[in-house]
Nanobody
């Protein structure tokens, strides 16, 4: 059974940084690509933020390109999202999942609030 547990969220001022972690149990790391998604307050849709293949190739949403960096440690079954130069519009609950996502794998997410 696959479980994904996100952590590292919190309250940060604009321009600040946070690093999110996603610890995976089960066989999810046999899936080629992993990604981070976010759901902003009041929005129903989760948007893709960043993705990384098992080989380390990455892809980013235009809104975070140059500010966010996704990485993975296959030995630790963990995916990370380093977020720099945070903006208020980055405020959201952040989730990790496979790419494309699998509805069975959604965790509780971790809340990131960017506010002064």
């Amino acid at each position: 059974q696959v479980q994904l547990v996100e952590s590292g969220g919190g309250l940060v001022q604009p321009g600040g940084s946070l690093r999110l972690s996603c610890a995976a149990s089960g066989s999810i790391f046999s899936i080629n690509a992993m990604g981070w998604y976010r759901q902003a307050p009041g929005k129903q849709r989760r948007e893709s933020v960043a993705a990384i293949t098992s080989g380390g190739s990455t892809n980013y949403a235009d809104s975070v390109k140059g500010r966010f960096t996704i990485s993975r440690d296959n030995a630790k079954n963990t995916v990370y999202l380093q977020m720099n130069s945070l903006k208020p519009e980055d405020t959201a609950v952040y989730y990790c999942n496979a790419v494309p996502f699998d509805r069975r794998y959604w965790g509780k997410g971790t809340l990131v609030t960017v506010s002064s």
